[in-house]
């Protein structure tokens, strides 16, 4: 089995699951085809719709004796007429749906491995999801008995073996921990038909979360019968992989229709607001009066174009960074959604484990809801555990974001006055909807890369309220100034003026001029650097980088900002312009090495990946021995060996927790060697 990374955003990634019958690239949406009755050909689903997988169920094939034949002597494959990768399920759900399934769980995965099938499903146990919970419990106990036969029997077929529950986490938990000890190749969140059909998509996201935290991250995840678009992109978000839908067309024999934002009945449509073939080509009185069997054809044809259209639009918004804005467009189409995805905010610690570091997108606020995301809540964590202020400026003078950036450019008039009266004491910060934001870190994502309205809600000038008093709480001060000039940061101010003694300045002329008690000499370049050192890799950084030898930089001469700096004339880091944060050289990581013990920082390899590595190959994680359980994905990394010796630099694909489950794949782009 073989599932490796390409991209990744939140806990969802584009992967590449390999099979019996070659590659797909996830997300994916298998379309289910019952090889009794295809609605719509497999010919055309591959032509039309670019289907790439799909899932059948072996256990209607397995009932027919005629099916079963051909199934058995030519392959399943063959009976389909498909070659690409091929899904069977178990009959789980029929059992559930119709109580009829009388067939061996034990053979029913036997028969998936003959017939040929690429991924077979066991006969989980499935029930309502609000039985009694002694119940549930017995079905898992059921469940993981025959999860743990069928393995013995998957041969070379890969097996998944499904997560069931029902509405208990708890059992969500323990199952999806002892199913995370066997070795299946999938695993899919069973039982969660239900919740979707009832709209109940905060037991949703609870399950899933619980389930893909116990879960191995080097499995892709499956969620049954999960078929759709308006739940797409908050199921990959939460790391879900893999879907299958039959939904598209058992909602068009209801004369249903999908949308990414819900679901509508013909019945109610005027208009058709959508520009698919069939909406193209028919307007709604057409699908009216059309024959029954036709008209469902069409509408399960629209419904799958909807269906694939929205999975890549998923992939297209991983690929750009942009799928917590993706998902917060979609959660306000059902107040359940949105109530679903507040929810996230429980979970915002592991969602910044996995996240990026940086994005090629901006953050967009969207509604209160984005702040709750991992972006700030490791803006304000890493600000707490890795800055600290200048020493030598005592005397704080906060200033409002007013939406222009970079926000030092914005206050260059009064930077200058301020340096002019020779106040050198002061230091420089900016309140924004992160907080404070200090002179120093202004660039680094997601502050510089991020789009804000200019009007608050209440819970952005509270959770405003909340990093100001922190930071003020944590950072002692002589004095504190704020200039006024942006009406919900003055609110806000206003708060905590009399805690924090805030002297509130209606302009700038008002700053005291006696605040430079001894004359001293600050290097405000110097501490920005430093500071995003220490942002970026840890603190301590900043000083072991810059403090003892002769560092000179160079601007780039478009933009004037700071690209290259040099210690000694040698160069030692570039300073990335859309993301503001370092890359390092040789010379930056042998400083880091010495100033941090191990694994700090580090992805440590065998001997084996030594001269691949050596000769600049990217590195694989199944080389990977030892590494930093808190580096993030995209972030840079130093590759050593298992003595420590330094190798190489890169960038990490992988977040820390990740390096010891992941057999295949890169795991580190290397930039530079030794
Ligand atoms: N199809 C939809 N839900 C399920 C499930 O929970 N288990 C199996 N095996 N198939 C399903
Ligand atoms: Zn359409």
Redesign the pocket.
Known sequence: MSFELKDRDGLGRIGILETKHGKVETPVLMPVINPKIQTIPVKKLIENFKAKMFITNSYIIHKDPQLREIALSKGVHKLLEFNGPLMTDSGSFQLYMYGDVQVDPIEIVRFQRDIGSDIGVILDVFREPDVPKEQVKADIEETLRRAKLSIKEKGDMLLAVTVQGGKYLDLRKYCAKEMAKLDADIYPIGGVVPFMENYRFRELVEIIMTVKQHLPPCKPIHLFGCGHPMIFALAVLLGCDMFDSASYSKYALDNRLMFPTGTIHLNNLEY?P???P??SKYDVSDLREMPKEERIRKIAE?NL??SFEEIRRVKQAIREGSLWELVEMRVRSHPNLLEAYRVLKKYVDIFEQYDPIVKKSAFFYTGSESLNRPEPYRYAKRLIERYSPPQLASILLLLPDKGVKPYTKYYGDILNQIRKRGLKNVHIAFLTIFGVVPFELEEVYPIQQSVVPKIFDKDAIFYIGKQLEEYLTRNSYSKVFYLKGMNDFDEVVKEYSKKFKIVILNNINELPTNLTETLIDRNEILEKLRCVADYQFGKGAGKALFEKDKITWKRSRETGKIRYIYKDGELLLSLVPTSGFFTLTIKAAKILLESFKPPKLRVAVNADAEPFVKRGRSVFSKFVVDNDPEIRPGEEVIVVNREDELLAIGKSILAGTEFSFFKKGVAIKIRKTI
């Open positions: 058709l959508c520009s698919c069939i909406c629209h174009y909807v």
